[in-house]
């Protein structure tokens, strides 16, 4: 069965410092591939997405996000992280051959920014 | 501004009556989607729908339904709550198969 692992529950980082958020997916082909964020009390946000092509993705608020085939993986990273980054993050998974294109979630990682 | 509208916010309420929670979007989306979210498990979908009156089951059905009469709404319903339904609920909208959700900000239900 198709699964998103997200191996991390909690990260704890310094405001400043790097960051790296890990996604692996149990797929056969190469899915869609998207990362959200959850700032709490609101819902998921978009923070970037792969499709295709360039395997190291751009998205908004300095994250990027690189596509790795061979370890079926999709982390997310940003080179300095502020306060403001602290929220739930979840990897999300499209298999393209099932016909549903139906998400399949992480369980999410929750971080925490130090002063 | 695009958005998914869901209604109430917050609701606590006792097993066995029966409540829905809105949902709207105004970006004409045709797919629409109702999730719950538990500590732990991540966002589980419970119900979709690919166009009005054209709906199927996700991942954990059992105890809801759902209807879309119109392609702008996507209520859920509780007919009889329990409990274990207890959770975060997010209903979210897409343009086409494989594009993006947007979410709404979320319901948090407490079923007493």
């Known amino acids: 069965a198709q699964s998103v692992t997200q191996p991390d529950i909690h990260i704890t980082v310094s405001e400043g410092a790097s960051l790296e958020l890990r996604c692996n997916y149990s797929?056969?082909?190469?899915?869609?591939l998207f990362w959200y964020v959850q700032s709490p009390g609101q819902g998921l946000q978009l923070l970037l997405k792969?499709?295709?092509?360039?395997?190291l993705v751009q998205g908004i608020k300095g994250f990027e996000a690189e596509f790795k085939r061979s370890q079926s993986s999709f982390n997310l990273r940003k080179p300095s992280v502020h306060w403001s980054d602290a929220a739930e993050y979840f990897c999300a998974v499209v298999p393209t051959t099932s016909g549903t294109y139906k998400y399949i979630f992480g369980t999410g990682t929750r971080l925490k920014v130090l002063a | 501004e695009a958005q998914v509208t869901q209604n109430p916010r917050y609701l606590i309420t006792v097993t066995g009556k029966k409540l829905t929670v809105t949902c709207s979007q105004n970006?004409?989306?045709?797919?629409m989607s109702w999730y719950r979210q538990d500590p732990g498990l991540g966002l589980r979908q419970i119900y979709y729908?690919?166009?009005?009156?054209?709906?199927d089951k996700g991942d954990v059905p059992e105890g809801y339904k759902v209807s879309r009469k119109e392609k702008r709404n996507f209520p859920l319903i509780l007919e009889s709550p329990s409990p274990n339904q207890t959770s975060l609920y997010f209903c979210?909208?897409?343009?086409?198969?494989?594009?993006?959700?947007?979410f709404g900000d979320g319901t948090r239900l407490s079923i007493l």
């Open positions: 792969y499709f295709s092509g360039d395997t």
């Open positions: 797929y056969g082909a190469t899915p869609y």
């Open positions: 979210a909208s897409k343009r086409a198969p494989g594009q993006p959700q947007h």
């Open positions: 970006m004409n989306h045709e797919y």
């Open positions: 729908s690919m166009n009005v009156e054209v709906t």
